[in-house]
């Protein structure tokens, strides 16, 4: 083949051949018809060309080439102002035969163009020492051409049987054979048998062929041809590819071919010369080493070569010799295990002192990707530990390697690099003692055992073997016995393995440090987890081991090397007595036990400070030390097996059962420190650089807090310590403030002291309530052990739906809450630190605990505490943990007072709770703590909101007015509404007797709740406090809150059923038997609608009744009594027809007594069915309070007998036990009383009656009257009598003479 290109080479610009353009050649060999020139430009160089020539080509006899006259760039030319420079070739590719016979080593470039009527050939370049077999190119590149020649005189024709070309200065990597990384095609300066001694029998790899050069140098005194210096040479075209020798194998032949005498034809001194584009250049001059005296200056040895010659004279001609360099003049380091994959390094540095100290060694960069690798290689030796610079491996030993897990896994001994130290005159070579290595900070590149190697008597000789070296940062290796220490993972981490900071100390209790030094680590995962970050004093950055999760064990490690100049060393095995580890506050990403290693000159050996080197180091987030003593540290952990947060706001320990006396807390005078066993990231920032979390619960201010990742499913439990060092304590009580809200608190703790090797919670010295601190919450400070009844609470004990709130809450000691005992509010003595909770709402500002406990004591309505079950902030819900579902269930919810260590006894509560009824809790427990448990000691009931509500409170100490219906008709005038409005109250009184004419004085009054929030209009009153409802003001309205809402309102769920409206009389028991209310019919949108249906109720010492009073109905009644209670209907009336003025004007009073209740029914003998009037409509009374519709008097068909007590006959009758008669002779001249008592004894009367006319009229005699009246005149001393007795017979008697003398029909019929 032969290729022409436009221009010059580097242009690209070829020529296309055939079939595009035609071949111009000087003939064919008629013996090959077949061979013909356009096969020589058709690309393949499977077809030839072969000239037409006899005995041998003479000189330019042939030649091939194209017709360039149908190219573009032709036709382009011969355009105006165009040159024929454009067309000019510069450059030509040529690949001819192997064979001697059918190449030639000189060809010429030539124009060719017309001349009628002949062709003119005109040389342009001639081009020597042209190869076969393989592509070539002319103009040659830059080092595509080399050759060795003759530096010395022969005394015949030289004579090579081999001769080897290297591109390094090892003679490792060799060029030019078919498979090389450069193929390349014989030259030389001439062959004077060329039949038998060409050129390619010294580069045939056969040691019995050899290659004669053709010289004409003569030697003195004899006709004799020899090689002259430089005459003669041997070398390699390697077409395109551009090559650097360095290194050369001769094998020279003993004597010459044919001589009779043995005459030498061999040369002690060789020139390596490589083409430099135009010209060869000598690169090297090699002597036999012990010729080097017998050379002129300027022929001198570029640098020391003892294989060549090595001293043996002639004798060693026919021995291959070479330019490998002496003894240390390179160096280089291996892998000495298996690597998982390529082997990556970033730097490495050799030197000359053991220490590594003093400046580095320079060379050229050696490694066994090759010569040509150097742009890589080099990289590890500029001095740029930047990640983005490295050499990495190309083994290839994965292939059929069961031992290799990685495609690029090296075997042992199979990757490796170094430097090489050119061997120049008087150089001395550096003698390597020390290396310092920067691996890949990823495990998977490094290789975690290197060894050094020399290069001694030209070969590799291993020096140094080193072991267990790291990754991502410097590792000196030798390294003094005692020099270096590691902490290894000994158990795996759920995910990555990251240790912020880490310290070893040369004393047992870590106060003096070790010498610091360069950081050593097994490789980090990311560059920002290198393991220089464990030691920057700063926990805002760390190590991270180089694994996503880091499951196995011993595998993973960071570490120190000490100074050179430090002494640690000398203490031997005990370098290292105490460590300190901060472990990543996650708990995924920490180890439990870590086993600490020393280094001991050529292995690492377990630490002694612990049984096998192995120390629990379980937590992060703070610094934990290891060894401790027993009793140096103590910790708290949640007793809750479930998954949770727990947040701590602080903590403190307490020498003394009672928190009096409280331990050394952390600060910045030292003391004790945090442990934690890690927590939830949420600042990211702190106060300093070696900052924790954990610091929040000692820094004294309770708005700040942490959250404590609590697994004990994935066996990582939770907990916070304190290490007191030196200190040995024990902590008898506990003060802690915990997260506000119910997924960030446990109830109960545990608390567990260091006993030498682990955490404990046992001991004889410790009491089980000084252990498990039950009944916590998390709100104010919670104290553990407390002794029974300094802690009091009061609890829900109803389902609150929408969260507790109180805006405040006071405990006493006397029965009237008003003793001096009272602690009410947050007094003097106890301070603002004594309310606790069970939690609360934080706030998104400082102060975090404006709605805290405290707020409840704090002697202010207008602050509240709100329960930690209330509606919490979409930004505030706990992350990480379910939210709690909004509402408070019975007895999860809580608040109350510490009251130190002096136990109390409350006997009396006073509450003011928010006026909506969904954030109440009607009924509440008062409990204690009795040393172990929370007790319920008291239980209140019918509580509401908005006002003071005290318990206990005596029977009939309070009065309510429940409003049980809503007035559904609008009143004539009134404005039209779509939404129900809440209920109003202008004026409420009551009164002692049932005609309302006696008021009860005095009194508080209690609501269910008042409207607290709500959006003003002109119509509203400014407030509608429940003061207002019985202010003695009618201008003034009170408005329950009817489920409007609190600091919020919705109009679409107002209802105002059993919303009620009372007075609290104190310690005075009354009787209410009568009362007057003015509702209100304010026209606002708020207020107010009356209600229809009301009930009173009474306090009866315990709960809320409705208002009944004792009946006892007439003798012949079907019962003995009843309880007639206390329902009003047809209440909230509209104003007559004749009002004018604007509905809200109105003014009403409605008074009802206790007869006037609908369910104030009274049985009467059925009498009344007889002489009532049983229509209502006709009874006034009953008609205003149940209307004018249906039976009253009797009710229904009257067989009942009973009747409403409005009744207008029973108005003046005894209804209640507690009446007292006004008349004491009203009863006597009473008609209706008079009737009743005939008919029940004339009947009796008229039959007695009956019985004596009977027998007078068959007994007396018919003249008996007259009979009678003569005896009663007889005159005598009994006269008197006797007319007395006449006169009561006398009817007799005339009853007799009526039947014997009468002769009228009814005479016969009572005779008959």
Known sequence: EVQFLFGQCFEERQIPGYPTHSAYASGTRPEDPDDIPELATDGST???????????????????????????????????????????????RFFQSKDYRYMTEKIALQEVYYSNPDLVHVTLEEYHDAAGGMWSRRPAYKHTLWRVTNLALTAAFWQVS???????????????????????????????????????????????????AECAYPLPNTSALACGPREAFLGMDFGDFAVVVRCMRILQTPQQVGAISTTQTHTRGFGLEGWDGSKYVEMERWWDWEWRHNILEDWEPTWMTPYLGVGLG?????????????????????????????????????????????????????????????????????????????????????????????????????????????????????????????????????????????????????????????????????????????????????EQWRVMEIRAYRDDLCLNETTRGEPLGSGALNYNDHFRLAFDDSTMTGWGADCEACNETGVHWVGQQLPVYADDHLQEMNVVRCIRVWQSPRLEEQVRFIRFDIWTGGDWTDSPFAENGIVEVAGGGSWLRQPALTLSKWRLRPATNRDTIWRLAEVRFYADSDCL???????????????????????????????????????????????????????????????????????????????????????????????????????????????????????????????????????????????????ELEFHTDAACGGAGNWSGLGEYYGPE????????????????????HKAFDKDPNTQWLSQCFAIPERLEPIGVPSPPVGCHPRQAWIGLDLGIKPQVVRCVRLLQAGYRRMQSSTVALSKWDGNNWKQ????????????????????????????????????????????????????????????????????????????????????????????????????????????????????????????????????????????????????STCCDPGTDLRLERWNGTTWLEATWRHEPPPAAPEDFRYLGADFRMMGQCPPDSYEDPIYMSRIWEQRARKDSDNCIVPLTGAIALLGKSFCIEHPACTEAVGGAGDCCPIGDGSTSESRCCCSFLQTEIIFVDEEELNPFRRDFNVEYGVLILAERLPYFGAVIAVFLYFTAQCARPNAQDSVATWAGRPGCCSFFRRMIARVLWPLMSWRSFLAEGDAIFVRVCLW
């Open 46 to 92: 499977w077809s030839k060309y072969t000239a037409q020539c006899f005995g041998g080509c003479k000189v330019q006899e042939a030649f091939v080439g194209l017709d360039i006259s149908s190219t573009p760039e032709w036709k382009l030319a011969q355009e105006p102002n165009k040159t024929f420079e454009e067309v000019r070739v510069r450059c030509l």
């Open 162 to 212: 081999e001769v080897r070309f290297y591109q390094d200065e090892l003679c490792m990597e060799e060029v030019g054979p078919v498979g090389s990384i450069a193929e390349g095609g014989s030259t030389c300066s001439g062959s004077s048998m060329l039949a038998t001694n060409g050129k390619v029998n010294a580069f045939d790899r056969d040691d019995e062929t050899y290659w004669i």
């Open 314 to 494: 002639d004798y060693f001609v026919g021995k291959w010799e070479d330019t490998r360099p002496p003894n240390r003049s390179a160096v280089i380091i291996s892998n000495d295990d298996y690597t998982k994959t390529t082997w990556i390094i970033h730097e490495l540095e050799f030197y000359e002192e053991i220490t590594c100290e003093g400046v580095k060694v320079e060379g050229r960069s050696i490694s066994m990707q090759g010569a040509t690798a150097t742009n890589v290689s080099d990289l590890v030796f500029d001095g740029d530990i930047a990640p983005e610079t490295w050499w990495q491996s190309n083994c290839s030993s994965f292939e059929g390697n069961s031992s290799l897990s990685r495609p690029g896994a090296c075997d042992r001994q199979e990757a490796w690099i170094g430097l090489f130290f050119r061997p120049d005159l008087g150089r001395v070579l550096p003698n390597i003692q020390c290396l310092r290595l920067l691996q890949s900070r990823k495990q998977l590149y490094t290789a975690q055992s290197i060894n050094l190697w020399h290069w001694m008597g030209g070969e590799w000789v291993l020096f140094q073997n080193h072991r267990d070296l790291g990754g991502g940062w410097w590792n000196r290796r030798p390294a003094v016995p005692y020099s270096m220490w590691r902490a290894v993972n000994e158990g795996g981490s759920l």
């Open 661 to 807: 006396h409280e331990l050394r807390m952390p600060d910045i005078t030292g003391g004790s420190s945090v442990m934690l066993s890690g927590y939830r990231k949420e600042t990211f920032y702190g106060a300093s650089d070696m900052f924790s979390e954990g610091f929040y619960a000692v820094d004294g201010d309770r708005d700040t807090s942490f959250a404590i990742r609590h697994e004990p499913s994935n066996e990582l439990p939770g907990w916070f310590a304190l290490d007191f060092l030196s200190e040995l304590n024990w902590v008898r009580c506990v003060r802690l403030q915990q997260g506000e809200q119910t997924p960030e608190q446990s109830d109960s703790v545990v608390l567990e002291f260091w006993d030498g090797a682990k955490f404990v919670g046992s001991d004889p010295e410790l009491s089980p309530r000084e252990v498990a601190l039950n009944g916590l919450g998390g709100g104010g400070w919670q104290r553990r052990p407390a002794r029974d009844g300094t802690i009091w609470r009061v609890e829900n004990l109803d389902y609150v739906p929408e969260g507790w709130v109180i805006y």
């Open 834 to 853: 004594v309310a606790i909770s069970s939690g609360y709402v934080p706030s998104s500002v400082v102060p975090k605990s404006k709605h805290g406990p």
């Open 937 to 1084: 000691v008291e239980e209140y009931s019918g509580l509401g909101g908005s006002t003071w509500h005290q318990r206990p409170a005596g029977p009939n100490t309070m009065w309510r007015v429940v409003h049980t219906a809503a007035v559904e008709k609008q009143c004539r005038g009134q404005l039209s509404r779509n939404n129900n409005r809440l209920w109003g109250v202008a004026e409420l009184q009551f009164f002692s007797d049932q005609d309302c004419s006696v008021p009860i004085i005095g009194g508080v009054p209690i609501v269910s709740g008042t409207v607290e929030a709500y959006r003003p209009t002109i119509m509203d009153d400014t407030s509608y406090d429940a003061s207002r409802a019985i202010d003695g003001d009618q201008d003034t309205v009170w408005a329950a809150n009817c489920h409007y809402g609190w600091d919020f309102y919705n109009v679409s769920r107002v209802d105002c059923n059993d919303e009620w409206l009372g007075v609290n009389y104190g310690s005075v028991a009354v009787e209410v038997r009568c009362m007057r209310i003015m509702q209100s019919r304010l026209e606002s």
